[in-house]
């Protein structure tokens, strides 16, 4: 399942750094559970000599790939926004998840309905009057940042969905575009396995 990993590995993608991308099976979890700082997965290893650290929370994980990537945004301002978009990401992100775990297909139905009449129109005014006032046609003047390929995560996980938004939010779609024919993510998207999500 890509899920919350994604980020991570788009941001790893991007970059052109080499990395294990080690996916667990369910099965499989309890035993690597309690190596995850909070129980949860994704978790991020970094070896750096002797020392090792282990990360976990995926927005964490993605804000301290996008810094040492250069996909944090450019000087201190600039990087606050950018968190604070990233931060809104989440929050939607958030939304959709209470759907994606929603076991009662009734109880589903009126997620989904909820989200898709007013919860995405409503987060997605905010991305479209920020990327409609950008030169770059990422958030920023300045050019590709992690929220970039934050939000592209997301609107990968609605499938067809996404096109109904589109006709809508024609920055979002730009973004959209832009971000699967970027360089390294475009051929990073051709060869990443399937997975349900």
């Known amino acids: 399942m890509k899920g919350r990993g994604e980020l991570i590995r788009l941001l790893f993608a991007v970059s052109g750094q080499k990395y294990e991308d080690f996916r667990i099976d369910n099965n499989d979890w309890p035993e690597y559970k ?3 700082p909070f129980g949860q997965a994704p978790f991020l290893e970094i070896t750096n ?3 090792t650290i282990i990360l976990s929370q995926s927005v964490a994980i993605g804000r301290f ?5 250069g996909l944090a945004g450019k000087g201190d301002e600039e990087q606050a926004m950018v968190d604070m978009y990233g931060d809104q990401i989440s929050d939607l992100l958030n939304e959709f998840a209470k759907f994606m775990m929603e076991k009662d297909e009734t109880k589903k139905k009126e997620i989904y309905q909820k989200l898709e009449s007013e ?3 409503y987060h997605m005014k905010f991305f479209e009057a920020k990327l409609s006032e950008s030169k770059s046609g990422f958030f920023f003047d300045s050019g590709l940042t992690w929220i970039d390929l934050y939000l592209f995560n997301l609107l990968g996980l609605l499938g ?7 006709e809508h939010f024609k920055a979002v779609k730009t973004l959209y575009d832009k971000v699967s024919e970027y360089g390294k993510i475009k051929a990073y998207l051709e060869t990443r396995p ?3 999500m």
């Open 34 to 36: 309690s190596k995850a």
């Open 49 to 51: 000599g002797k020392k």
């Open 65 to 69: 790939l996008a810094r040492k990537f």
């Open 119 to 121: 919860i995405m129109p």
């Open 160 to 166: 067809e969905q996404r096109n109904q938004l589109f």
């Open 194 to 196: 399937e997975t349900a």
